[in-house]
């Protein structure tokens, strides 16, 4: 019999005391239950991802400060974690990305990350060298394949390494799979996930740990999850989502027999090999709203953004967050959720009407406050904006009002945020959703300032949706908020629909777009009306400047602006 703890922690990349002490903290405990080895996340030990960090010789020797220290802990249990390797070779890399097995204060074996995915916010070839020797490790009469997280996606008919290591690991025979991994969150991940780990015991008929990251780091989130599953694929154990998790399982003769107790998202039965992904995967134009707002992924999506919002502050040092609130659905739905991040004592809400604000979006705006409990201010921008038109009269002269007036107010109130931002200490939080920041409807340094963007990867009808998720206990975000006509007001009796198609229609042809990677041919082929995408396909591709100055965004779609997406500014294709 072993029993093997799964720690699924938290960390602070470059904080190596925080996360040291996490770690051994986690090792006592697990000494406590007599557990025989003790599995942590990938790169625990620096943080993930820690970049260009991992280029600084200071960095990596802090990396095995922290390993020397972790391993004086490591003597009558066996302790897995993750944390660069210096690369003894002088060919290639300097690095390898590397799992470490200590016990009896050694290292009794390491494995190297072969399969290092260079997609999407991954650049790992940018830092490692791909291992290129596959050993089993023994540990207790165990034969141990140890792997790194992507090492075990390479499975399916156009795999995208040329290497899976547990085709070579498998030749030792070994009794056990063990994954460490910092598999980020999207709402169409973790089913993927789930399957593919399925997938890898199955085709080598080993139980498996797989330990996952939890925590967000800057745009990324990492929503945990971890698994243990038999030898027949069935989930013995599956972690926490979005929280720190810490769990015992038993195995025995390389077969996991049980866990100290019983799961509540225990299956009992393995999913078919060929079993067909989400509708993500799917090529059915119909579903694509039903779909990004099923109730299951909006959950999700508001615990990714809470947790977002947490740690960024967290792990920043910053405690206070204010924003703008109009009366509008975005902004009600950012205050909502940063005031059960930071707690309702934390966050300020600036209501800042113009000659073009209607009562009841102030009404509305007030309403909300007092649901939540938090602090607000009315700073009218009548005479600021009076003033502004006044000195640039001799400038503008009889010209017809347009977009420059409208963005004045929105740069007004940019400038007002900031300004209190500064003066108390506050973070900016934005409340640009993914459609406008999409198509560019939005105005720079003003409502596009900020220092994160809560909804920039949430499209309008996601907002809709976690907005009715908010209110399902009671009614959060007042009714009148949900059901009137999306508006900047910036001009008299101005609606979004005047500059952009309704929202369904928008939303699915972007996530075909942006998430899908579907050209106009393939979109207008889906029954789309070609003038009509090809419009919104150059709104997209025009305002990639808008977006390269943008804050960084919370990560919970499989594609998202920023490090994610990256496309040229002054290409001209579909532009």
Same mark, same amino acid.
């Given at each position: 019999?072993m029993?093997?703890?799964l720690a699924?922690?938290?960390?602070h990349?470059?904080n ?7 770690i051994?903290d986690a090792?006592?405990?697990a ?9 942590f ?18 960095f ?13 802990h490591a003597d ?6 993750g ?7 002088p060919e ?6 590397a799992a ?10 390491v494995?190297?990350?072969t ?5 999407d ?8 060298e791909?291992g290129?020797h596959?050993?089993t490790?023994d ?9 790194i997280?992507e090492?075990i996606?390479?499975?399916?008919d156009n795999?995208?390494?040329r290497i ?6 498998i030749?030792?025979n070994?009794d056990?799979m ?5 598999s980020?969150?999207?709402y169409d991940h ?5 399957e593919?780990?399925?997938?890898n ?6 139980p ?6 939890v925590g967000?780091?800057?745009?990324i ?6 698994l243990v599953?038999?030898?027949?694929g069935?989930i013995?154990?599956?972690?926490k989502y ?12 390389g ?10 998202h225990?299956e ?6 060929d ?6 995967k ?8 039903e ?9 999700q999506i508001?615990? $990714?953004l809470?947790?977002?919002i947490r ?5 920043m040092?910053f ?6 609130s ?5 902004? $009600?739905?950012v205050?909502?959720?940063s005031c059960?991040a ?9 209501l ?9 979006s102030?009404?509305?705006a007030?309403?909300l406050s007092?649901?939540?409990?938090? $602090?607000?201010?009315?700073?009218p921008?009548?005479?600021i904006?009076?003033a502004f038109?006044g ?13 420059a007036?409208e963005?004045?107010q929105?740069?007004?109130r ?6 209190i931002?500064n003066?108390?200490?506050?973070i900016l939080?934005?409340t640009?959703n ?7 409807y ?13 909804l920039g990867d949430?499209y309008?009808?996601?907002v ?5 998720y908010?209110n ?6 007042p009714?009148?908020?949900?059901t009137k006509e ?8 101005q ?8 929202y369904?229609?928008l939303d699915?042809?972007?996530y ?7 050209g ?7 029954g ?15 305002n ?15 594609k998202?602006f920023?490090?994610?997406?990256r496309?040229p500014?002054v ?5």
């Amino acid at each position: 019999m072993m029993k093997i703890v799964l720690a699924q922690q938290n960390y602070h990349i470059g904080n190596f005391e925080k996360n040291r002490s996490k770690i051994i903290d986690a090792i006592g405990q697990a000494k406590k239950q007599k557990a025989d080895l003790i599995v942590f996340s990938e790169l625990c030990i620096c943080g993930y991802p820690p970049r260009d960090f991992v280029e600084f010789e200071d960095f990596i020797a802090e990396c095995y400060g922290s390993l020397d220290s972790i391993k004086e802990h490591a003597d009558t249990i066996g302790v897995i974690v993750g944390s660069p390797m210096r690369n003894p070779e002088p060919e290639g890399k300097d690095l390898f990305n590397a799992a470490w097995l200590l016990y009896e204060k050694e290292v009794k074996g390491v494995a190297h990350k072969t399969c290092l995915p260079t997609y999407d916010v991954f650049d790992e070839y940018r830092y490692f060298e791909p291992g290129y020797h596959w050993n089993t490790i023994d540990f207790k009469g165990k034969k141990i394949a140890l792997t790194i997280c992507e090492d075990i996606w390479n499975l399916g008919d156009n795999p995208l390494y040329r290497i899976c290591p547990m085709d070579e690991l498998i030749k030792e025979n070994p009794d056990l799979m063990i994954n460490i991994s910092a598999s980020p969150f999207d709402y169409d991940h973790d089913e993927d996930r789930e399957e593919i780990i399925r997938r890898n015991v199955l085709k080598y008929k080993l139980p498996i740990i797989y330990c996952n990251a939890v925590g967000s780091q800057t745009e990324i989130v990492f929503d945990g999850g971890s698994l243990v599953l038999d030898v027949q694929g069935n989930i013995i154990k599956n972690l926490k989502y979005f929280e720190e998790d810490f769990v015992v399982v038993d195995i025995d003769g390389g077969k996991l027999l049980k866990a100290d107790s019983p799961s509540p998202h225990a299956e009992h039965s393995a999913v078919s090999f060929d079993k067909e992904m989400r509708v993500a995967k799917m090529h059915d134009p119909e579903k694509i709203i039903e779909y990004l707002t099923d109730a299951h992924n909006i959950s999700q999506i508001h615990d $990714a953004l809470i947790l977002g919002i947490r740690d960024y502050f967290s792990k920043m040092g910053f405690t206070k967050a204010i924003l703008g609130s109009s009366g509008g659905i975005d902004s $009600a739905v950012v205050l909502s959720l940063s005031c059960e991040a930071l707690g309702k004592e934390n966050v300020r809400a600036v209501l800042m009407p113009s000659r073009f604000s209607t009562p009841h979006s102030v009404g509305d705006a007030e309403q909300l406050s007092k649901n939540l409990g938090n $602090a607000y201010d009315i700073i009218p921008i009548n005479d600021i904006y009076a003033a502004f038109l006044g000195t640039l009269h001799p400038v503008f002269k009889d010209q017809p009002f347009g977009i420059a007036e409208e963005n004045i107010q929105s740069r007004t109130r940019g400038n007002l945020l900031m300004a209190i931002a500064n003066k108390f200490g506050y973070i900016l939080l934005n409340t640009s959703n993914k459609s406008e920041l999409a198509t560019g409807y939005g105005t720079l340094y003003g409502d596009m300032a900020g220092g994160l963007s809560v909804l920039g990867d949430v499209y309008k009808m996601q907002v809709y949706a976690l907005a009715k998720y908010i209110n399902h206990d009671r009614e959060i975000i007042p009714g009148n908020i949900l059901t009137k006509e999306p508006s900047a007001e910036l001009r008299p009796d101005q609606k979004d629909s005047d500059s952009l198609p309704p929202y369904g229609t928008l939303d699915k042809i972007l996530y075909q777009y942006i998430e899908k990677r579907q050209g106009p041919r393939e979109i207008i082929a889906m029954g789309n009306e070609e003038k009509l995408v090809k419009r919104i396909l150059k709104l997209v591709n025009t305002n990639e400047y808008k977006r390269n100055q943008f804050c960084p965004i919370i990560r919970v779609s499989c594609k998202a602006f920023g490090v994610g997406r990256r496309v040229p500014i002054v290409g001209k294709y579909l532009s």
